[in-house]
């Protein structure tokens, strides 16, 4: 996730220098609490809340529990972390159902916040925890935004109702407070009404949501801002307050902001909580807001539970124990190997997967370059495989090989590498399924470790040659070994860290050899 890139970066560089010292002087804590303010306002955080936010972040600092704490630098981590989840709301809340259905939430917001997505965003996250919503099209005065919030109905798999065809034709109250009627009769139990926006405040603009407001009495008014509009989400957020008044915000494209002010600002100023946090422009790119889940990600610290709560969304326990049975009986295929991908891809994004893990931010360049089609590839290798191929890779010989390459776009050598690597992958899972410790490629066996099935016998020396099944590349790499020279650089390995062996070509063309190839072919046909 791209929010709070910045002000995480400035916060970890101040906290490093923090860490050198033993002990915490008044001038210590005065340079930190100096860089913290910076920080917070370069992140775009409105200027009230950076002097309580860097005042009770120095009292606290100078206090006795950190000149008594064992390690002061990480007591003042730990300050930092509280004071931040503060701001952010405290503890995280949910929407309040009403006790008898159908509740009714009414969406509010400048144009261009992400209202009409936001509500099928919600309506689908509804729908997952077994409600059944359905979606108002109030907002009868932007071109289009009927058909629109009806596409994104359709997309999340929710009803809409539409009665009028809107771009200026209609009344948005009368639709309103009619839908309810319409909800209780087709037995909905959540109505989310998407108002109409403006492209800055102005008096219609309020009174018409205030008109809404009046018709439908909603169990949940919730603010819709856009988190990349930095202070002026303070201004935006007072002005719906006093005009229409709201009972919870939703921060809406995240994703796009390395500053993240509003989020540190908004839920400060107006006292009202951030209850949901859009992540993306996928329909499940929604989550429940948690201020300490958030604090933890500004400080770099990780966000381990809301990983494993998409991991348990995505993944089935049962399947799991499956496959684990089958690394143990050594009988886990390509096809298995499919299924895996797929359901990892169903979790999200492995970029903000990985975002999550404590200390993510010291990958951030690596992150950056990752290729998340490289699965896409992968997979693609194996769907152009047939069911026989896929249960016994010892079956892919070149000519099949060459095929499954066309089918799929890709070259024998990524197909080649991916079997490499798949094979390597499944010998490794087998020996942790049995208890070892896996060899790791390019690192070797942690010393003094045990092996599943391997203990008590000695090591046999391998024989050394070349097992290429190319003639010609063996006859170069049997001669390099022979007069003790180095393998030629075009028969290594695939470059480690690919994709399963995608992803790691050289600059030459596939097949062709290497003027160090060339030459020891040279040098053993002489012989």
Known sequence: MATFGNLSDRLADTFRNLRTKGKLSPADVDGTVREIRRALLDADVALDVVKDFTGKVRERALSDEVNKALNPAQQVVQIVNDELIAILGGEARRINFAKRPPTIIMLAGLQGAGKTTLAGKLAKWLAKDNHTPLLVAADLQRPNAVQQLQVVGGQ????????????????????????????????????????????????????????????????????????????????????????????????????????????????????????????????????????????????????????????????????????????????????????????????????KMIGMLPGAGAMKEQLNNFDEREIVRTEAIIQSMTKAERQNPKLLNGSRRV??????????????????????????MKTVARGGVPNIPGMGPIPGAGFGGGRGKAAQPKKKGSKSGNPAKRAVENAALASGEKVPSGTAAPAAGSGFGLGGRGGLPDGAPSEQELESLQKFLRR
């Open 403 to 428: 095929r499954i390459a066309r089918g799929s776009g890709m070259t024998v050598t990524d197909v080649n590498q991916l079997v490499q690597r798949f094979e390597q992958a499944a010998k490794m």
């Open 156 to 351: 999340a798999g929710v009803a809409v109702y539409a009665p009028e065809p809107g771009n200026g034709v209609g009344n948005p109250v009368k639709v309103a407070k009619d839908s309810i009627k319409w909800a209780i009769d087709k037995q909905y139990d959540v109505v989310i009404v998407d108002t109409a926006g403006r492209l800055g405040v102005d008096a219609d603009m309020m009174k018409q949501a205030a008109d809404i407001r009046k018709a439908v009495e909603p169990d949940e008014v919730l603010f819709v801002i856009d988190a990349m509009i930095g202070q002026d989400a303070v201004a935006t957020a007072t002005a719906f307050q006093k005009g229409v008044d709201f009972t919870g915000v939703v921060l809406t494209k995240l994703d796009g902001d390395a500053r993240g002010g509003a989020a540190l600002s908004v839920a400060s100023v107006t006292g009202r909580p951030i209850i949901f946090a859009s992540t993306g422009e996928s329909l499940d790119d929604f989550e429940p807001f948690y201020p300490d889940r958030m604090a933890s990600r500004i400080l770099d610290l990780g966000d381990i539970l809301t990983l494993i709560e998409q991991a348990q969304g995505a993944f089935d326990e049962e399947e799991a124990k499956k496959v684990a049975e089958k690394f143990r009986t050594d009988t886990f295929t390509l096809e298995d190997f499919l299924g895996q991908m797929q359901q990892l891809r169903g979790a999200g994004s492995l970029k």
